[in-house]
T-cell receptor, first 115, second 108 residues
Framework: GAVVSQHPSRVICKSGTSVKIECRSL??????MFWYRQFPKQSLMLMAT?????????EQGVEKDKFLINHASLTLSTLTVTSAHPEDSSFYIC???????????FGPGTRLTVT | KNEVEQSPQNLTAQEGEFITINCSYS?????LHWLQQHPGGGIVSLFM???GKKKHGRLIATINIQEKHSSLHITASHPRDSAVYIC??????????FGKGTHLIIQP
């Protein structure tokens, strides 16, 4: 099956700094990538949908100026958490659709801790 | 927006037992996914269903489109099956809407 990688797997940063998370599709072209986050003991929630070459579509309640998404190539999407706050501490996961358009392949996730 | 309900929320069983996890949703979908999440957080896609039934090893997933309901079954459960099992649905080209997950513990 398709492989999606994320980097870093864990990051600890200080409040006010920015953190970039990379999501790569390793063996296929991903025109659409989804970014999710999961707070402790909560379900995953869709943050935004990223399409290659165009602006991301953000879900209600997700600040586009705080969570910057760039999808400049068919194999790489990045999520930058700007001016991070402790409440941004969460598990961030990307996924992309496969060739069948309905299959979803998930990255291993990035655990962000903001101190 | 689709509402996804899973039951039970928590399930503890003995090794070898037959396990059933249920998922219901409120709005018609294009596909339903069963996912497995281990303590480290990584997610593995177990099944994607749009109709009928699928089987992979000891895992069986079924879906009833008319009733908006799906079940995940584990036969001959084993401690390594202990994980959070998540039902997620998709409408069209949108991202997934997730259930809250079922925490499964299989005791030796």
């Amino acid at each position: 099956g398709a492989v999606v990688s994320q980097h870093p797997s864990r990051v600890i940063c200080k409040s006010g700094t920015s953190v970039k998370i990379e999501c790569r599709s390793l063996d296929f072209q991903a025109t659409t990538m989804f970014w999710y986050r999961q707070f402790p003991k909560q379900s995953l929630m869709l943050m935004a949908t990223s399409n290659e070459g165009s602006k991301a579509t953000y879900e209600q309640g997700v600040e586009k100026d705080k969570f910057l998404i760039n999808h400049a190539s068919l194999t790489l999407s990045t999520l930058t958490v700007t001016s991070a706050h402790p409440e941004d501490s969460s598990f961030y996961i990307c996924s992309t659709t496969g060739q069948g358009a309905y299959e979803q392949y998930f990255g291993p996730g990035t655990r962000l801790t903001v101190t | 927006k689709n509402e996804v309900e899973q039951s039970p929320q928590n399930l503890t069983a003995q090794e070898g037992e037959f396990i059933t996890i249920n998922c219901s949703y409120s709005v018609g979908i294009s596909a339903l996914h069963w996912l497995q999440q281990h303590p480290g957080g990584g997610i593995v896609s177990l099944f994607m269903l749009s109709s009928g039934k699928k089987k992979h090893g000891r895992l069986i997933a079924t879906i009833n489109i008319q009733e908006k309901h799906s079940s995940l079954h584990i036969t001959a459960s084993h401690p390594r099956d202990s994980a959070v099992y998540i039902c997620a649905v998709r409408g069209g080209a949108d991202g997934l809407t997730f259930g809250k997950g079922t925490h499964l513990i299989i005791q030796p």
